[in-house]
């Protein structure tokens, strides 16, 4: 089983939702690959997270009883209501319901922000899957022009003076799309920074907002997406919150 085939079991993993023969076989890849195993442990936080918070979408009370009322008059009635009425109807009374869970459904956190949070954990273990070391930004920009995967020039940043030391990077893939994946770190904890052009990768929503940035905590990590123009940059960091954010505001500040 390769990383990408696990990606799209993760879920099933989590839920339970696995053949024994996919269990076993997922197993034995989680066992032996440090990348999947992260994953996984972030996607069962991102469920426990959305069980103690109560987001688990319900439908609102009586919902379910009145489209049941309104199915059973239509069928009810055969010689007054055509078929294609009443299927128009069936799907009408669908539509609505959709529209009552949206707004709950938007408070679940994106599995984005489980890849995110699972970068972090990753390096956390290890750095070895850099394919640049190096502390200076112009040597790891130049690096990522060299693939021909990246087409912009601020790729990378010099943080050295909120206490954060870069180590290296790597192209790694986002939702499919080819994104830096550049790390530093601190005295307090690791920080990954994914950049990408805006609208590329669809953005998670309803995080805290601090000036033109949104912050979303999940777990022991910190995410931070931050809109620098033509590019998007996320921070994901275990470097304690409150303390990740001080240091946001005074980037933000300068």
Request: proline share 5%.
């Amino acid at each position: 089983m390769s990383c990408v085939e696990y990606r799209e079991l993760v879920a099933a993993h989590v839920d339970g939702r696995l053949s024994p023969d996919e269990q076993r076989i997922v197993e034995a890849h989680v066992a032996t690959c440090a990348r999947c195993r992260a994953l996984h442990q972030a996607q069962v936080r991102v469920k426990s997270l959305l069980r103690e918070r109560s987001l688990r979408p319900t439908v609102p009370p009586g919902l379910k009883e009145h489209l049941l009322a309104r199915l059973q008059a239509s069928e009810g009635t055969p010689g007054e209501r055509p078929q294609w009425q009443r299927r128009l109807l069936v799907g009408a009374l669908a539509a609505g319901l959709l529209l009552a869970l949206v707004p709950m459904l938007r408070h679940r956190q994106p599995s984005m922000l489980a890849l995110l949070a699972a970068d972090v954990h990753e390096v956390s273990g290890s750095t070895a899957m850099l394919e640049k070391r190096t502390e200076k930004v112009a040597e790891l920009r130049q690096f990522y022009r060299s693939t021909g995967k990246i087409d912009f020039e601020r790729s990378a940043d010099d943080f050295s003076v909120f206490g954060l030391w870069l180590v290296g990077g790597a192209i790694r893939p986002l939702e499919g799309v080819p994104t830096t994946f550049t790390v530093y770190d601190s005295a307090l904890g690791k920080v990954v920074c994914r950049r990408f052009r805006v609208g590329a990768v669809r953005l998670p929503e309803g995080g805290q907002r601090v000036g033109h940035n949104e912050i979303f905590a999940l777990g022991d990590v910190t995410i931070v997406v931050m809109n620098l123009g033509d590019i998007i940059c996320t921070l994901a960091t275990n470097i304690p919150h409150d303390e990740f954010v001080r240091r946001l505001a005074g980037a933000t500040s300068m």
